[in-house]
Nanobody, 125 residues
Framework: QVQLVESGGGSVQAGGSLRLSCAAS????????MGWFRQAAGKKREGVAAIYTGGRSTYYADSVKGRFTISRDNAKNTVYLQMSSLKPEDTAMYYC??????????????????WGQGTQVTVSS
């Protein structure tokens, strides 16, 4: 059974940092696209970042570019999201997503098949 488990969320003041982790089990995402999404209360889900686990390609939403960094450790089957210079508008539930399909192009897409349960990030001003 495929599972994505997020961790690392919490409460932080504006300007602070957090690192989210997404540990995968049941499938080895060694050459796949994985991503992070977020959903704030009352808002639509928003793609934040994506990474191709078989190479170096990374993708970011404009709202987080320069502040967030996505990375992966294939040996641990884990993807990370390092978040710095956090703003109150970054407050949301953050979800990890992945695909077992072979995509021609990785990116912040809406057709990831596997999803985690989410971890809450709260940034206070």
């Amino acid at each position: 059974q495929v599972q994505l488990v997020e961790s690392g969320g919490g409460s932080v003041q504006a300007g602070g940092s957090l690192r989210l982790s997404c540990a995968a089990s049941g499938y080895t995402y060694s050459s796949n696209c994985m991503g992070w999404f977020r959903q704030a209360a009352g808002k639509k889900r928003e793609g934040v970042a994506a990474i191709y686990t078989g190479g170096r390609s990374t993708y970011y939403a404009d709202s987080v570019k320069g502040r967030f960094t996505i990375s992966r450790d294939n040996a641990k089957n884990t993807v990370y999201l390092q978040m710095s210079s956090l703003k109150p508008e970054d407050t949301a539930m953050y979800y990890c997503a992945a695909t077992r399909s072979v995509w021609i192009g990785c990116g912040i897409r809406n057709d990831f098949e596997d999803w985690g349960q989410g971890t809450q990030v709260t940034v206070s001003s």
